[in-house]
């Protein structure tokens, strides 16, 4: 198992901030134990959101399922 930014989100501010930063950090950490850059795919997944990707396929956006564009 993978600790990540224990300290960190100690400052998020509320339950619901720390709860957004755990989640973010969690998908940056398994972008790069899956070898994929994270700002790469923080980039493209954010790009295909904002473009209307369907709800029903959003599994294929998670860090495991990224393929470089």
Same mark, same amino acid.
Do not use: C, E, Y
């Given at each position: &198992? !993978?600790?990540? @930014?224990?300290?960190?989100? +100690? =400052?998020?501010?509320?339950? /619901? /901030?720390?709860?957004?930063?755990?989640?973010?950090?969690? *998908?940056? !950490? @398994?972008?790069?134990?899956?070898?994929?850059? &994270?700002?790469? %795919? *923080?980039?493209?997944?954010? !790009?295909?959101?904002?473009?209307? %990707? &369907?709800?029903?396929? *959003?599994?294929?956006? +998670? &860090? =495991?399922? #990224? #393929?470089?564009?």
């Amino acid at each position: &198992p !993978q600790t990540i @930014t224990r300290k960190n989100a +100690l =400052f998020a501010g509320s339950d /619901g /901030g720390g709860k957004t930063w755990a989640t973010i950090a969690t *998908l940056l !950490q @398994t972008a790069k134990m899956n070898g994929v850059d &994270p700002l790469a %795919w *923080l980039a493209q997944t954010l !790009q295909r959101i904002a473009a209307g %990707w &369907p709800h029903r396929d *959003l599994d294929h956006l +998670l &860090p =495991f399922n #990224h #393929h470089a564009a």
